[in-house]
């Protein structure tokens, strides 16, 4: 395979590139990204010998066109994205450049190279709101986005599906529960409550904290993908997710017994406009290539917060 990673810097990017050149060392990898506020190129040190780093943004289909030409890039996978919904809510802008102008450059250049398979990765919060006790969200399900971070990633995955109709472009989409892991942005919430415990800060938690997520191991969201790739369907939508719900309070409650801080850190705060009260993805389409995930939320936490107390 000659792959190109796009955010390849970023979060979940970087631990697809780790893991990808681990698993498949013979692989031609070529990673870009803009390098943004959210990524972080020396994420990527430990095969940087085995990689092509170009610093540049997506949205730039010359500079795509290049990379898929001079590689004899055969898969595109496309992580990049502007992802914070509370700086979507502030302003909008960067999100629509990235998460849709810079999917339609994508899609331009699979347009081109008709035999690029093209990955786009989203999000389950493209589907808004699930109430307690509704089954989780299926590839049928309503988009219901309910901030400009997740319309962009709606209109993203709809200019896909609309490329892969009208112009038979070979791509597939994955929407995901809330990853976490080593080395993710400060700015979220797993971060921002294990920064602040161990700094003795209080911890800031929206309106009363019974929002639920899904939290889903980034190594288990990144081996998805791979699955999706070896046996997906062009066109296909595959929703992935662990299947196990906490609520936000109980989160930074968590965090504050693994690193031996008390309670009282906690500090609700004003909610944010339009929070989403629950996310929930039926996942069966996945497991039935054969995924599962593999980290418990104990074991994945256990990981995350031993990496930021090394």
């Known amino acids: 395979m000659n792959i190109l990673v796009t955010g390849g810097a970023g979060f979940i990017g970087s631990h697809y590139v780790l893991r990808h050149c681990e698993s498949f060392p013979d692989d031609t990898v070529v990673v870009l990204d803009k390098l943004t506020y959210a990524a972080d190129k020396s994420f990527l040190d430990p095969v940087s010998d085995a990689i092509t780093f170009v610093e540049g943004d997506i949205a730039d289909q010359a500079l795509v066109t290049k990379l898929v030409e001079e590689h004899n890039i055969d898969t595109i996978v496309d992580f990049a994205a502007e992802t914070h919904v509370d700086n979507s809510i502030s302003d909008a802008t960067p999100f629509l450049h990235t998460n849709v102008m810079g999917v339609q450059s994508l899609i331009e250049v699979v347009k081109a190279h008709p035999k690029v398979l093209f990955l786009h990765v989203s999000t389950d919060e493209v589907y808004g709101d699930v109430a307690d006790g509704e089954p989780g969200c299926t590839v049928d399900s309503p988009l219901r986005p309910s901030n400009p971070y997740s319309a962009s990633k709606a209109s993203g995955d709809l200019l896909v599906l609309a490329a892969v109709r009208t ?78 719900e906490v609520a936000n309070i109980d989160t930074a409650k968590r965090v504050l017994d693994a690193v031996g801080k008390p309670h009282d850190l906690i500090e609700f705060v004003t909610d944010r406009p339009g929070h989403d009260w629950r996310y929930a993805l039926d996942s069966s389409n996945t497991r039935a290539l054969g995924w599962a995930p593999q980290v418990s939320f104990a074991e994945g936490l256990e990981k995350t917060v031993g990496w930021y107390s090394s």
């Open 167 to 244: 112009h038979g472009i070979r791509a597939r989409i994955t929407r995901c529960t809330n990853n976490y892991g080593p080395h993710q942005a400060g700015e979220k919430f797993l971060p921002t409550i294990i920064r602040n415990a161990q700094s003795d800060k209080p911890i800031p938690v929206y309106g009363e904290g019974k929002q639920k997520r899904d939290w889903l191991y980034v190594t288990d969201h990144t081996d998805a993908i791979e699955l999706v790739l070896e046996k997906g369907e062009d066109g296909g939508v595959y929703l992935i997710s662990a299947d196990d």
